[in-house]
């Protein structure tokens, strides 16, 4: 890889050389979707180092500030000397060919002189990465969830890197194991025109179900380290007063918080040993936050429509860690329900094209019984259909196939069910013909009397003396005084003939 010394895993080098493959092919903008977890930023890093050692510029923009410290330590992991864009930093050095950026500088200063620009989570483009997407330069983005209405306007080349469930399969993420709890009725909450509900109405459903949080944690948690979402900062203080009564210490992630405080925080949360068991945050802590010790999520947040914001949270939890089983959610949102189907088939399939922004006549989908989930009665857990309940055994009840038997004679006759009439009808029929007949005599009335009521005998060694005869019902005997009827006037009709 032209002396790269980052070393990738397979998936990762696949997504590298088709990169290069589609700039040498005239690409300009390729969007790189991949999982969350799946490395990105290393990814993004080989890129990088690639520029520098072909002499070219290039610059690494994140989309918060809070990224680049993150991704200021992974750059230094691999030896990647940078200088960081960002009002007052100490590591301003604007004479380094790999620069480090947040976009909300770049929207107030001069962009660097770069030939190659990487923007980390792509799906949120600002007026300024637009502005920059008309430039010379190529730019490749990175995202984990590439919903965004309209982002296929902007890119000409997409690559899939590979799809969260191969990930989970191969041990580079955790399973995870979805449980449904007590989450808030959100019927009658304002939907704003952005397709959400309404925060403040909707902080005010959820700070009823509170308590319900802290005390699933407490039952489930198992002290494991969690993130947990709320709808906005009243609630956020709401879930810290709760949780720090109970003796669980906690960290609040929010843009009230000051910076200084958020990255202490961080620093923090980040130990292995932490005193921190959680951070509760609305959004801040649910884009490109990197602990992958986290193995327990919380859902407070109801969301409405954004599927991206889901995956992106629970992607906090899929990181491997040392020691590491599996990521618990803990679901007070209803969004692991609301959003099941849509999520199992993004970490199976990927995407397969982007949303270009044009108006489409939206077609229901025929419904998919297989992505329905199921919760388990046992111990609430929210998974595929399946025989047994992943997390405690808990086995179904096997469904039987549903068979309409029709309530009536006619209903047999007409549908032609021929063996359900062998059974109801034929007993009936002997026991009727056993009242005044016996012998050969009686079995050969039944089987005329049978076929005169049906319109064909019963199957070939059906016969009277081998049948337990039945009292007839009211509506056997009226076919059978039909039958009776019709016969004599057959007769009368063939005696007036001769």
Same mark, same amino acid.
């Given at each position: ?95 380094? *060919? ?32 637009? !502005? ?72 005010? !459903? ?42 669980? !210490? ?30 509760? =945050? ?27 914001? @889901? ?5 906090? +939890?899929?990181?491997?860690?040392? +020691? ?34 044009? *108006? ?14 199921? !919760? ?29 038997? *029709? ?6 006759? =007409? ?16 026991? @009727?013909?056993?009242?005044? @007949? ?33 009292? *007839? ?26």
């Amino acid at each position: 890889m032209d002396g790269m010394s980052i070393d990738l895993r397979d998936y990762q080098s696949d997504a590298f050389d088709r990169a290069r493959e589609a700039i040498r092919n005239g690409a300009r903008r390729i969007l790189i979707v991949a999982p969350t977890g799946s490395g990105k930023t290393v990814l993004a890093s080989a890129l990088m180092q690639m520029a520098k050692a072909k002499g070219n510029r290039a610059s690494f923009v994140v989309d918060r500030l809070s990224l680049i410290r993150q991704t200021s330590e992974t750059f230094d992991r691999y030896g990647l000397h940078h200088g960081v864009i960002q009002g007052g930093h100490p590591r301003w050095a604007p004479w380094q *060919p790999l620069q480090l950026c947040s976009v909300q500088t770049l929207a107030r200063r001069r962009w660097p002189d770069t030939k190659l620009d990487i923007f980390d989570e792509a799906h949120v483009l600002h007026a300024t990465h637009k !502005k920059r997407l008309q430039g010379d330069s190529i730019v490749i983005g990175l995202t984990a969830t590439p919903f965004t209405r309209g982002l296929g306007k902007y890119f000409d080349a997409v690559i899939n890197v590979t799809t969260t469930r191969v990930l989970i399969d191969a041990k580079w993420l955790a399973p995870y194991r979805m449980f449904s709890c007590a989450e808030p009725d959100m019927s009658g909450v304002t939907v704003k025109s952005t397709g959400e509900w309404d925060e403040k109405e909707a902080s005010g !459903k959820a700070l009823q179900v509170v308590g319900d949080v802290v005390s699933e944690y407490l039952q489930h948690g198992g002290d494991r380290k969690f993130i947990c979402s709320a709808v906005d900062t009243a609630h956020v203080d709401a879930l810290h007063r709760q949780f720090t009564n109970v003796g669980i !210490k906690v960290a609040s992630y929010t843009y009230k918080d000051r910076e200084e405080d958020r990255d202490d925080v961080t620093a923090e949360f980040r130990l292995s040993d932490s005193t921190i068991r959680g951070l509760i =945050t609305v959004t801040a802590a649910s884009r490109g936050f990197d602990v992958p010790d986290v193995s327990c999520i919380i859902m407070a947040r109801p969301l409405r429509k954004s599927l991206a914001e @889901h995956i992106q949270l629970l992607g906090r +939890g899929l990181r491997m860690a040392e +020691g590491k089983k599996d990521c618990l959610v803990l679901d007070h949102s209803g969004n692991c329900a609301r959003f099941f189907a849509d999520c199992e088939d993004f970490f199976d399939n990927g995407l397969a094209e982007l949303d270009d922004g044009k *108006p489409r006549r939206k077609q229901k989908a025929p419904p998919r019984k297989d992505k329905e989930p199921t !919760k388990c009665p046992a111990c609430s857990a929210v998974h595929s259909p399946m025989p047994k309940c992943p997390s405690c055994g808990h086995a179904y009840p096997q469904k039987q196939a549903i068979q309409h038997v *029709p309530g009536t004679l006619k209903e047999l006759m =007409t549908g032609q069910y021929r063996r359900e009439l062998l059974t109801t009808l034929w007993p009936m029929v002997c026991g @009727h013909v056993s009242r005044k @007949h016996s012998g050969e005599i009686a079995n050969k009335k039944a089987l005329g009397l049978y076929k005169g009521i049906t319109g064909e005998f019963p199957p070939y060694g059906t016969n009277f003396f081998t049948t337990q005869p039945a009292e *007839p019902n009211a509506e056997a005997r009226g076919k059978i005084l039909e039958c009776q009827i019709r016969w004599a006037k057959s007769r009368q009709s063939a005696g007036a003939a001769a």
